[in-house]
């Protein structure tokens, strides 16, 4: 079957992936939102369906300390003697981690934590029980991946830390996963940093503490300097499926227009792999990732696609829906108000550094439409609540009611760095419809109220969203939001929230 990239659209990066017989499952980064690491299934590869997070408790996730783009980098997840085993980094609190759990679903056990310094940890389970953990760090010996054996009971160093390879020459050596096939073991990095120079190169040993003799043929994957839709191409893991074909699994972007500029985040992204007769894998066609490709050779198992409406009328929040950093006590409910979300407005506002009243999910199509009933009539001045394209504190567009000199008014913001604009106009009382409509380069915000016709109420560019203007590692999350500079506010219900993809017209 032929297949598209990205396989898992939307802010989805850093994968890594394992097999358990015929099933397939892969976690991803998710820096400052909690739940952290969502967890994936599939059977063939192509359709992925997320079955829950790994990290779901603040004793798992602290957050609290998390910057712009901190918190929880480069998942690894593994498989071994019937558990499962996730390995993060939590930058903003601890260091490396992981955590283990029997089903994949979870519950996941409490963090424990390697003494070892670096980001993007991984594990290779070797034979007569000898646990080898990778980071990439700038340790003693200067900058590259180095390695030490663990007791995967305790998490405690029972070797030194050693420099086990410092690539090819290419700006952060990082994301490493170290394999054993064939007898060798091969040892896979990210290189060039996570931009338009990204790259995946490997090197292999008779040792798993090397020496590492670099393969020829470096890159092994980079789609840099092409005339093509992908970009960014690297942070890759490797698997083998039941018919002895190899694959891997990748990070890469999708600019929306030239020049190139990114909005919707590194997604995930799916290609074969070849081996040389030397012993070399190469990852995609002559080591580049296409936007089409031929799929494994696996029963095809697609996945219902999911309700465009949420109605809010069950008892947990959906898989989708994410948090800016940990939620603040008592900042959302499904029970308040049976059959709506409610959010409580705390002082802190999307400006800020902290835990706003948030729920959000991401963006994952160039065109879709969004929407959301809310009924909110604000008691205090300046106590506001609406819908936000969220790249970052200081880069989102926000549609809200808001109470201004005593009136309920709607009010659209656009803030761009140092640069702000806000249009106000009247709203009436009673329910209001809020919705996004986005396009590659435009997002397009309306309102409805009672039973009228949607009403434009301005635009931005993606663009100035981009992480290529705003930095960062993460994506656009489009989000229901709630601020009451006083501390404690009105509170916002919404009864639905729609999100429907759109054919794509051509550029």
Not at 14 to 40: A, H, W
Not at 136 to 146: D, F, H, R, V
Not at 310 to 334: E, I, K, M, Q, Y
Not at 456 to 466: F, K, M, N
């Amino acid at each position: 079957m032929k297949y598209s990239n990205p396989v898992i659209p939307g802010f989805y990066p850093d994968p890594s992936i394992c097999r358990v017989d015929e099933d397939y499952y892969l976690v991803t980064s998710t820096f400052e939102y909690s739940p952290g690491v969502p967890i994936f299934h599939s059977r063939d590869l192509v359709h992925w369906r997320q079955i829950g997070h790994v990290l779901t408790s603040e004793q798992q996730l602290s957050l609290a300390n998390a910057w712009v783009s901190g918190g929880i980098y480069a998942p690894t997840l593994r498989h071994h003697d019937g558990w499962f085993y996730m390995t993060t980094t939590n930058v903003s609190a601890g260091g490396n981690l992981y955590v283990r759990s029997r089903q994949p679903e979870g519950p996941w056990s409490e963090p424990i934590y390697v003494d070892q310094a670096g980001i993007d940890p991984s594990l290779l389970f070797d034979e007569h029980d000898r646990v080898y953990f990778q980071s990439a760090c700038n340790g003693a010996e200067g900058e590259g991946i180095y390695q030490c054996e663990i007791d995967i009971a305790t998490g405690e160093r029972i070797t030194d830390s050693r420099l086990i390879w410092k690539g090819t020459g290419g700006a952060a050596p990082e994301a490493p996963h170290l394999y054993k096939v064939n007898g060798m073991y091969y040892l896979m990095i990210a290189e060039g940093g996570t931009e338009y120079g990204h790259m995946v190169t490997i090197a292999r040993s008779n040792d798993p503490y090397g020496p590492y003799e670099a393969c020829p043929s470096n890159p092994i994957l980079s789609n840099r300097s092409m005339q093509t839709s992908i970009h960014a191409t690297g942070h890759a893991d490797l698997i083998q499926i039941q018919d002895g074909s190899w694959w891997a699994v990748c990070l890469g972007i999708r600019p929306a227009a030239y020049p190139l500029r990114h909005h919707l985040g590194r997604e995930t992204f799916l290609a074969p792999v070849t081996w040389t007769e030397d012993g070399w894998p190469i990852i995609g066609y002559n080591g580049h990732m296409e936007p089409v490709m031929t799929g494994p050779k696996l029963p095809e198992t697609p996945w219902p696609l999911p309700p465009v409406r949420d109605h809010f009328d069950l008892p947990t929040l959906g898989l989708d829906w994410v948090f800016l950093r940990n939620p603040a006590p008592g900042s959302w409910s499904l029970t308040t108000h049976p059959g709506h979300l409610t959010l409580c407005g705390n002082s802190l506002s999307l400006h800020d550094l902290g835990n706003p009243a948030f729920v959000g999910r991401r963006l994952s199509h160039f065109q879709c439409s969004m929407a959301a009933e809310l009924n909110y009539d604000p008691l205090q001045d300046d106590e506001e609540a609406g819908l936000t394209a969220f790249m970052n504190g200081k880069y989102h567009y926000d549609l809200a009611i808001k109470r201004i000199n005593g009136q309920k008014k709607i009010v659209f913001r656009r803030t761009v760095g140092s640069l702000q604009t806000e249009q106000v106009q009247d709203c009436a009382t009673g329910l209001v419809k809020l919705r996004i409509r986005t396009e590659r380069n435009q997002f397009k915000f309306y309102l409805q109220q009672e039973l009228g016709e949607d009403i434009w109420i301005g635009s931005g560019e993606t663009h100035l969203l981009s992480t290529e203007v705003a930095g960062g590692f993460t994506g656009i999350i489009i989000a229901m939001y709630a601020h009451a500079p006083s501390g404690a506010g009105t509170p916002a219900q919404f009864d639905w929230f729609d999100y429907e993809p759109l054919e794509e017209t051509p550029e």
